[in-house]
């Protein structure tokens, strides 16, 4: 029974999915821990709405397996994980819940995206990364797949990529928007290039502000199927944010963080969430985990009056 309404009022899965084989850098699977640890669903509930915490998919641990092919490390592994994300997304949605999947590395996303375009058909995704996650196989300069996801999940990596949980493309091509950029591979330019994808960097949020690139990558990502948010900590400042999994320094301040997100919720067109790259080994006092739920209530409709 569908228990869910607006994208406002609707009921809160969360998901979470301690996978850190997308990466090189141990300590993200412990992301989802510290995000709860920081008091997410009491968070959640004082906004009005229901939280239900459906727990972690089974994740392999990387000690235990061979990474298989060096150019898409663990890639078998990350797909079986991910189909596991993508029923549980799936089955939310059917039931009328927001789901909010906690990650774990960047890969988790092809799980989430898998899972709501099964449910609904290709959709538009907002990035908020310091990365633009668009690799491939042939063109990663280290085989990890978190880095690889958006070009994946637009149907533009590969068959390695495809599955029977999902349908490729994922996200409609001419609707995704990256904002927050400051760190690309070559193989990411030369693919943004032929892309219809809006990009604001981090020079282009300087010059224009936050609230423009938000608003006017929101109507970018507008349309049928789904619209999704995919909040990769690393697009907040180090200095605000350090425990991630791949920092860079020149992200979003403290305030432009929660206005974005704030943004997302004023405009209603979020029916996802998620986030990912929170690694506590490299957090101070878990303020990284606090700040992806204070984030996460800012995206719900949290405010200051």
């Known amino acids: ?30 992301g989802p821990s510290a995000i709860r640890y920081a008091g997410l669903d009491a968070r959640i509930v004082e906004l009005g709405r229901v939280c239900h915490d459906w727990g972690n998919v089974v994740t392999p641990v990387a000690e235990s397996i061979a990474f298989g092919d060096e150019h898409a490390r663990f890639l078998d592994e990350i ?19 927001l789901p909010l999947v906690l990650g774990g590395d960047h890969s988790v996303a092809l799980g989430t995206l898998g899972g709501l375009a099964r449910s609904a058909g290709p959709g538009g995704a907002l990035w908020l990364d310091a990365h633009g996650d668009l690799n491939r196989p042939e063109t990663s300069p280290t085989g990890n ?10 149907g533009l990596a590969g068959p390695l990529f495809e599955g029977e949980k999902w349908p490729i493309p994922m996200v409609d091509p001419s609707r995704v928007a ?4 400051r760190a690309l591979d070559e193989g990411e330019r030369n693919l943004l290039r032929q892309l219809g994808a809006l990009v604001y960097t981090m020079s282009d949020v300087d010059r224009i502000g936050v609230e423009r690139a938000i608003r006017e990558s929101l109507e970018h990502i507008a349309g049928s199927g789904f619209v999704h948010v995919s909040l990769d900590m690393d697009v907040v400042d180090p200095e605000v944010a350090p425990g991630v999994g791949t920092p860079v320094r020149g992200g979003f301040s403290y305030r432009e963080a929660h206005f974005a997100l704030e943004l997302v919720a004023e405009s209603g067109l979020a029916g996802s969430l998620e986030v990912v790259e ?18 996460v209530a800012s995206a719900l409709g949290a405010r200051i009056l």
Do not use: F, S, W
């Open 1 to 30: 029974m569908a228990v869910g309404g607006a994208n406002g009022t609707a009921p809160v899965a969360i998901i979470g999915a301690a996978l850190d084989l997308g990466q090189g850098r141990r300590g993200v699977d412990m």
């Open 79 to 97: 797909k079986a994980t991910c189909e596991r994300i993508a029923d549980l997304v799936a089955r939310a949605k059917e039931r009328g819940y």
């Open 145 to 154: 797949v978190h880095g690889m996801v958006l070009a994946a999940a637009l």
């Open 278 to 295: 929170v690694n506590p080994i490299l957090d101070r006092e878990n303020a990284t985990g606090r700040l992806a739920v204070e984030l």
């Open 178 to 181: 990256l904002v927050g950029v």
